[in-house]
C-alpha cells in the first residue's frame, strides 16, 4: 500500500513539474481563403468549410466576399510572464514584391490579465493582397522585452 502512495506521489510530481513555464509559440495554422464558394460537405473538408463560413460572415455581396480572399494566419503562444511586453513579428514576402522582405508585428504590452494561452491572427486580404499577390514565405518571431524567445517559420523561408 505505502508503496503505491509513494508510486502515485511521483508520477503527480513529475506531471506537475512537466507544465509549460516558458514563453514560446505553440503553433502557427496558415488558413487561406482562396474562393467565396464553400467548400463541399465531405467529412475531410469540414474544417476548411468551417474556417470559410467564418471568415465570410457578414459578407452580404460577392464583392464584400471577395474582399475577404486572402491569407490568414492564426498564431497560438503561451505567455509564462503577463509581465513583460511581448511582440509577435512577422516578416513575409509576397508574390509580386520582388522577394522584398515585409513585416507586420501585434504587440502585447505589460501588464496584461493572466492566462497562458494566447491568440493573435495575421491576415493579408483586400487590395493589398489583389496588388502584392498571395504569401509565399513566411517567419514569425516572439520577443519578450525586445529579445527573441522562439521562431516558427514556413518550410520554404531562407
Known amino acids: 500500500m505505502?508503496?503505491?502512495f509513494i508510486t502515485a506521489s511521483v508520477i503527480l510530481a513529475?506531471?506537475?513539474s512537466c507544465s509549460p513555464s516558458r514563453?514560446?509559440?505553440t503553433?502557427?495554422?496558415d488558413l487561406p481563403l482562396k474562393t467565396t464558394k464553400l467548400p463541399s460537405e465531405s467529412w475531410s473538408a469540414v474544417p476548411l468549410r468551417?474556417?470559410?463560413r467564418y471568415l465570410l460572415y457578414g459578407a452580404n455581396t460577392e464583392a464584400e466576399r471577395r474582399k475577404r480572399l486572402g491569407d490568414y494566419y492564426h498564431v497560438r503562444w503561451d505567455?509564462?510572464?503577463p509581465q513583460s511586453h511581448v511582440r509577435l513579428v512577422m516578416y513575409y514576402t509576397q508574390a509580386r514584391t520582388a522577394g522584398k522582405v515585409l513585416s507586420r508585428s501585434?504587440?502585447?504590452p505589460a501588464p496584461r490579465k493572466p492566462a497562458f494561452d494566447r491568440k493573435a491572427e495575421f491576415f493579408f486580404a483586400g487590395p493589398d493582397r489583389l496588388r502584392n499577390g498571395d504569401i509565399l514565405s513566411w517567419k514569425i518571431d516572439l520577443l519578450v522585452d525586445g529579445k527573441l524567445k522562439?521562431?516558427?517559420h514556413s518550410f520554404v523561408w531562407e
Do not use: G, K, M
Request: glycine share 0%; proline share 0%.
Open 14 to 16: 513529475a506531471l506537475v
Open 50 to 52: 468551417a474556417n470559410a
Open 79 to 81: 505567455d509564462a510572464d
Open 27 to 29: 503553433s502557427v495554422a
Open 23 to 25: 514563453t514560446c509559440i
Open 106 to 108: 501585434v504587440d502585447f
Open 150 to 152: 522562439d521562431s516558427r
Open 2 to 4: 505505502l508503496q503505491r
